[in-house]
């Protein structure tokens, strides 16, 4: 048999038969075309399997997608001024200055890009922040605040994840206070039936949330070699910005403005630096888990060759991210 038989011996066709419907058919190629379309791939990939050549030409770049856009989410704002702190601090303010320090440390890597769900201090439903970041096709959702609670006693930074019961009062008081804004309804199943839109919902939510919490562990992680974290701060509740059924998304509470401790050091822009490092060697952890477990397949605008940070490190110093 000849060796230079890399095609089948027989092509399919298939025609339209006075518009009763697909006949299909088998015909032999003949030996010399056989032989010719051997050639023709001989000349097209090298040793490696891999395209060099088409029509005597070398074949277009690959195109690589763009890199992974991650939507932050300043709590609050405009008419909704979060919590007060114990100085008359508003959470609103914290929460944007810190998510444009993130947004600049994340976006100096040069591996993302970054869109916020709101630039300046306007007040944006908690349902709007949500279609954005899906309309806008996000990577990632990281919604930042710093809430208030009775007692004043209670202070550090905690991670949460969705989940239709709390974890524990404090997440249940906290998702409570939050979803308050206003009322959520799902952006992306208005024109599904019911039964259809659980069903896509539940499956779509199943992935997100494993990713999900894995984001939350990274943020976790890191968080904790930088700032004091409440006890169990891996937590969980019914956030209202949570809940996009595509994206991985977490809420992180940087501290609380009742207490007095929490609230001066949110309001350096020191501390807020520590912070948004933290959290942006926790995406890049993410990501770095998902690129070796990717393996050789292409992750949207990242360089296989390229060496990834383990996530092991402390911040940089301040003005050397």
Request: net charge positive; aromatic share 6%.
């Amino acid at each position: 048999m000849s060796t230079v038989l890399p095609f089948s011996r027989r092509l399919l066709l298939g025609r339209m038969a006075g518009g009763s419907g697909l006949l299909f058919g088998t015909f032999l190629l003949p030996l010399h075309v056989r032989r010719a379309m051997a050639r023709s791939l001989a000349d097209k990939t090298d040793a490696d399997g891999r395209l060099v050549a088409w029509n005597g030409r070398k074949p277009p770049p690959a195109h690589r997608p763009p890199p992974p856009l991650i939507m932050l989410d300043p709590g609050h704002g405009g008419k909704d001024p979060g919590a007060i702190g114990v100085s008359g601090t508003y959470e609103k303010h914290i929460a944007l200055d810190a998510a444009f320090e993130l947004k600049r440390l994340l976006e100096a890597t040069g591996r993302y890009r970054v869109r916020m769900t709101r630039w300046t201090d306007v007040f944006v439903p908690l349902e709007t922040r949500v279609a954005r970041a899906q309309e806008a096709g996000a990577a990632l959702f990281m919604s930042m605040h710093a809430d208030a609670i009775h007692d004043r006693a209670v202070r550090g930074a905690s991670v949460y994840t969705l989940s239709n019961s709390a974890s524990d009062p404090v997440a249940a008081a906290l998702a409570r206070r939050e979803n308050s804004a206003d009322r959520f309804m799902g952006p992306g199943w208005r024109n599904a039936s019911p039964e259809v839109a659980s069903i896509l919902s539940s499956l779509m939510m199943r992935e997100t949330k494993i990713d999900s919490v894995r984001l939350a562990k990274d943020m976790v992680r890191n968080l904790d070699r930088e700032v004091d974290m409440l006890p169990n701060p891996d937590r969980h509740a019914g956030f209202v910005v949570l809940k996009s059924a595509q994206i991985p998304s977490v809420l992180v509470e940087m501290g609380f403005m009742s207490n007095r401790q929490d609230e001066s050091l949110l309001r350096r822009p020191q501390h807020r630096a520590v912070v948004a490092g933290a959290m942006r060697q926790a995406v890049e952890a993410y990501f770095a888990a998902a690129h070796r477990v990717a393996g050789v397949v292409d992750l949207p605008g990242i360089d296989p060759e390229a060496p990834w940070p383990q996530g092991t490190e402390k911040s940089p110093p301040l003005g050397q991210a």
